[in-house]
């Protein structure tokens, strides 16, 4: 079965967005939306090692984590905004693509195994509310191709935010 997709967007990804649209369309709540986000980016893509989202807390100034899926968890459960690769992608709202996580001084250390990490912001009404942060055990594991496919994953979740 093919689904018609964008010309630049592999099939994988494709069926991955399907998968991630459906699923959180039939889950009971913003909570389980996420998280089932979450596993189907890890299940899919072997080079997403860790993913999980933070969100914005209501105060604006820290990135809360939410629902994750790896192999252990972080110590890192709340980071100031502009602290690290996931506190610099909600402060400036760009999606960063860190390929040596060694060779960035912003990065904050989690696993021993990290090589490179993706993160890309969720945006609601214009303004960062939290994001999706994916841990790689390869150097050079993400592209443009994982960011613009996270990018349309983050629209997806946007709704699904937590409220104060």
Do not use: K
């Not at 604006?60 to 972080?74: M, N, Q, R, Y």
């Not at 996580?101 to 993160?119: G, H, K, M, N, Q």
């Not at 990018?151 to 104060?164: D, S």
């Amino acid at each position: 079965m093919s689904h018609p997709v964008a010309e630049e967007r592999p099939v994988e990804h494709g069926d991955a967005l399907n998968l991630v649209r459906a699923a959180i369309a039939e889950a009971p709540g913003p909570d389980a939306a996420a998280q089932r986000a979450v596993e189907i980016l890890r299940d899919r893509f072997h080079h997403y090692d860790w993913v999980g989202i933070y969100w914005l807390d209501p105060s604006g100034t820290d990135l809360v984590l939410g629902p994750w899926i790896g192999p252990e968890p972080t110590e890192h459960t709340r980071i100031p905004l502009g602290t690290g690769i996931c506190g610099a992608a909600a402060a400036s709202g760009q999606t960063e693509i860190v390929n040596d996580v060694d060779a960035d001084p912003r990065y904050l250390a989690c696993f021993s195994s990290t090589r490179s990490e993706i993160v890309v912001p969720i945006f609601a009404d214009g303004q960062v509310v939290g994001e999706i942060d994916i841990d790689g055990s390869d150097r050079d594991a993400y592209d443009q191709t994982d960011a613009r496919f996270l990018e349309e994953v983050a629209a997806l979740l946007a709704p699904f935010r937590p409220r104060p």
